[in-house]
């Protein structure tokens, strides 16, 4: 069963803060759960949100490797069409090379998996911007044919806005 349901901007949402344990409404439920991030998933409308936390700093690059797998496949087995991932508190350091080999999973997985909408919160962590760009860069490079937009914000608060607002007509 697929849900795809949209709200109105105006309509008030009860906003998550992931800074706060058990902050998210009850309508999000745990589907990942490793030391150094939260995956939560809303079946009502469609959202998957990620929650990075600092524990991050000490994972490797395999670790980081085999989440992301990991990730990728519990995506594709959920009906979810937006994501919220929120890095403000990611301290993982990424190399170029596992920058560029996450950019390209991301994009393949999430522009082939019928998802509309990514709201990226993102981090003053030069480094991983960087690597948030180049995921941004690969999208845009699949044309036409992606139908996903993907979005940076500071805050949870105009990212949960976002996802779930109305598409404007162009």
């Known amino acids: ?13 009860p906003l998550m803060n992931p800074t706060k344990p058990n ?11 490793v030391p150094f991030k939260k995956m939560y ?13 600092e524990r991050s700093q000490d ?14 496949n519990l995506i594709k ?4 069409h937006f994501m919220i991932t929120d890095h403000r508190e990611n301290r993982f350091t990424i190399s170029p090379e596992l920058q560029k080999w996450y950019a390209d999973l991301i994009a393949q997985v999430l ?36 139908k996903m937009e993907y979005r940076f914000f500071n805050d949870m608060e105009h990212a949960e806005q976002w996802i779930h ?3 404007q007509p162009h």
Do not use: H
Not at 59 to 72: L, P, T
Not at 77 to 80: E, G, K, L, S, W
Not at 116 to 145: F, H, P, W, Y
């Open 1 to 13: 069963m697929q849900f795809k349901f949209f709200l109105t901007l105006n309509t008030k949402l």
């Open 23 to 33: 902050s998210f409404p009850s309508s999000y439920r745990v589907i990942y759960d």
């Open 41 to 53: 998933l809303n079946e009502v409308d469609g959202t998957i949100v990620t929650v990075w936390n």
């Open 59 to 72: 994972i490797s690059e395999e670790d980081y490797r085999q989440d992301a797998r990991n990730m990728m």
């Open 77 to 80: 087995d959920t009906d979810a």
């Open 111 to 146: 522009g082939n998996s019928g998802f509309e909408k990514c709201a990226v919160i993102v981090t003053s962590d030069l480094n991983l911007l960087s690597a948030l760009e180049e995921i941004r860069s690969n999208l845009q490079q699949m044309g036409n044919g992606l």
């Open 165 to 167: 607002s109305r598409q």
